[in-house]
Every structure is written in C-alpha cells, then in structure tokens.
C-alpha cells in the first residue's frame, strides 16, 4: 500500500495513524480496494486520504471529527425488542435539502466516513439521492435489514459513483 509505505517512513505521527487505522483489523481486498473495518475508508481513496490526515491532525494536538452516523428516517417494518427507537413510525423531518446542508458541514470539518441508517433506510424514496450527496470526500456505510431491498434499487445504486457496505 503506497500510502501505508509512505507513512512507514514519515516519522511518529504517520506510524500513529496507521496503528490508529490498521490495529486489529483484518485486511480484505475487494474489487482492487482493500478494506479494513467499517470505522476506517477503504484504500485507495480520497476518503481514506482525508481520514489518514483527520487522525495525523488530531494525535498532532488538532482534534476534528471523521466519523458521522446519519438516522435518515426513523422508520421501519421491523419490532427488534431491542430497539431504541419509541416511535417507528413517525414521518422524517428531514429532506433532501436538509441532508445536503449537513453533509456538506461535516465534509467541511473533517468526517470522513459517513453512515446511514435509521430506523430502516431503505423505506425512503430518496435513499440513492442522499447516499448521492457523500460523494468521493467519505466513505458510504449503509446500515439496513435489507427488508424490501429490490433489485431495481441494487442497480439503481450502483449506477451511482459510490459503493456502500451493508
Ligand atoms: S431493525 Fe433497527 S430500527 Fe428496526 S426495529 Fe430493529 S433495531 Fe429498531
């Protein structure tokens, strides 16, 4: 990994970011990506570079954010006993606007690995266009049950430039 062997030689903090990124995880490589933990941006990308600085900046003495969870709805066809949602079937206060506002603001702080979930996100219409709206700056998690995943919204998803984990 190029930017692994460029930190290896860039002194106490580049070896820092990669204990921070690396430690106990299991390297997978997938579709020319290697990936190592659903915390850290798969290399190479733009992403994992943004994440690599965030981690060097906050052991340096500048801490930023760079992880985001996103609940885009809290709505969902399933009762875990576990949940802790309340209220499953309240309508979303949010839309696409509103997304695209706070998306930007942590971009603009630093998150670089961005994660959508709810309730269920696949229930909202909008789903492709917000997953959209994190473009190459972070990386995509999807948290869903996959209830009611069709294949029309898996080709629709992957004629967007971004992949996402589920
Ligand atoms: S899938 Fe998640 S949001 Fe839905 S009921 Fe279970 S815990 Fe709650």
Sequence with gaps: ??????????????RLALYYAFK??????????????????????????????GVVQSAA????????????????????CHCSFSDRHQQDGLDLSDFKSIISEAQELGVSLIGITGGEPL???????????????????????????THERVRRRRGSPRHARA
């Design 1 to 14: 990994m190029g930017q692994r062997c460029h930190l290896e030689s860039g002194g106490l903090i580049g």
């Design 24 to 53: 106990e995880s299991k390297l997978t490589r997938l579709c020319e990506r290697i990936f190592s933990n659903t915390f850290t941006p798969y290399y190479p990308s733009p992403a994992y570079d943004r994440f690599l600085e």
């Design 61 to 80: 003495g500048s801490p930023r954010p760079m992880i985001m969870n996103l609940a885009v709805t809290a709505r969902c066809p399933c009762s875990c």
């Design 123 to 149: 229930p909202r219409d909008d789903l492709e266009d917000i997953i959209a709206l994190v473009g190459e700056r972070s990386m995509l998690v999807l948290f869903t049950t996959g209830y009611g995943l």
